[in-house]
């Protein structure tokens, strides 16, 4: 049986669910069907290069990161492996249309089918650049995918959306990896000294989406009143400016910075809330994740509906007070963690059934 050969885009080294959704994939698609290269920005380090080696043929890096400032020899870079190899299709994970630069030439020089996934639906630093080359992602595409009915309508537009022009593809986890650990949560909380701590947990990337800031500022406020630890796991570009707050104002004792890990399970286990106060989100899938396991979650407000999974969840406005007194409610009401598994998979988020999907999809003209 001939393998379908596929270009994946999008996979970086920084802790994040778009990464997260390109490591899932890679480990689950059908290998019998199959073969990936990899196309990248820079060459993939750390954790994930752990958790994707094996998962791939070939990895081809661009020769500049910052595709902007070099337009034609990116463009030239795509071009060169467009007409190099014989993909049958190449598959972009992105989260502004300003990636049609690099998805372009195997349009113009291949006879791959191009599949464009939405993971984002803002990018606040891309802007311009993204209602500029939209049109030329809906022309390039030749199926659309979204992490949310929100990214669909940031990616490929309102207009289609609506026309169900596009696929929704859910963030599915792995069931099998998030679950209940009562040894990890004692192993973790031992090793951190915190036994009889009440945890909040936070996981992503350190930048303005993610909103660290205002999570130190609720924090800063909550700690007046409460026995609590903020656990912190992620690295990122405003990293060195939370650590300096969080230094300014006080609390270094209080506030964990663990980096990256590949035990995030482990971790979850050992944090009693989750919180996730991003500005904006495709989705969210560590709030998934987190759910999982069964972790009450507070959500910002902007992040869209389709994340919450369970009744624990709470979706709340980016006010410091609402935020300082929720979680009060929350510690005196003693949360009840199970496992939320049956939730997971009624609501589509089960890896193995994604996957599935996603590969029919593929095959599918």
């Keep these: 049986m001939k393998k379908n050969r596929i270009l994946v885009y999008g996979m970086t080294s920084v802790v994040g669910g778009l990464e997260r959704y390109i490591i899932n994939f890679l480990q689950n698609i059908d290998r019998e069907k199959f073969e990936v290269d990899l196309l990248v920005k820079d060459k993939i380090t750390g954790e994930y290069a752990k958790d994707i080696d094996g998962y791939y043929n070939n990895m081809y890096v661009f020769p500049y990161a910052k595709f902007f400032k070099h337009p034609i020899k990116t463009f030239l870079y795509a071009k060169k492996i467009a007409q190099e190899n014989n993909y049958d299709i190449v598959y ?5 249309a300003g990636f049609s630069l690099c998805a372009l030439p ?23 650049t993204h209602y500029l080359f939209r049109p030329i992602i809906n022309m390039i595409a030749d199926k659309r995918f979204a992490c949310s009915k929100s990214a669909s309508v940031w990616m490929y537009g309102r207009r289609l959306t609506n026309k169900k022009k596009t696929f929704i593809i859910r963030n599915a986890i792995d069931l099998n990896e998030f679950k ?10 031992n090793q951190l000294n ?61 506030v964990i910075f663990l980096g990256t890990t590949n035990k995030v399970n482990d971790y979850f286990n050992a944090m009693d809330l989750f919180a996730l106060p991003s500005r904006f989100e495709g989705l969210g899938i560590v709030a998934i994740e987190a759910q999982a396991i069964g972790l009450p979650c507070l959500l910002a407000q902007d992040i869209p509906n389709e994340a919450k999974i369970i009744d624990t969840t709470i979706f709340i406005p980016l006010e410091i007070e609402l935020w300082k ?41």
Excluded: M, W
């Design 194 to 254: 915190i036994d009889d701590k009440f945890v909040i947990g936070h996981i992503g990337r350190f930048c303005y989406q993610k909103n660290q800031e205002f999570l130190i500022d609720v924090f800063y406020e909550l700690q007046k009143v409460e026995d609590v630890i903020l656990l912190l796991i992620g690295t990122g570009d405003t990293e060195d400016e939370i650590k300096s707050k969080v230094k300014s104002l006080g609390i270094s004792s209080k």
């Design 92 to 96: 972009f994970n992105i989260i502004n």
């Design 325 to 365: 007194n929720k979680i009060i409610e929350i510690i005196n009401n003693k949360p009840n963690i199970k496992s939320r598994k049956t939730e997971i998979i009624k609501t589509g988020y089960d890896l193995k059934t994604e996957i599935k999907r996603v590969e029919k999809l593929f095959l599918e003209n």
């Design 180 to 189: 209940i650990d009562k040894n990890a949560r004692k192993k973790i909380r």
């Design 106 to 128: 195997f349009k113009l020089f291949s006879k791959a089918k191009v599949y464009i996934h939405s993971h984002n639906d803002y990018d606040e630093n891309k802007i311009l």
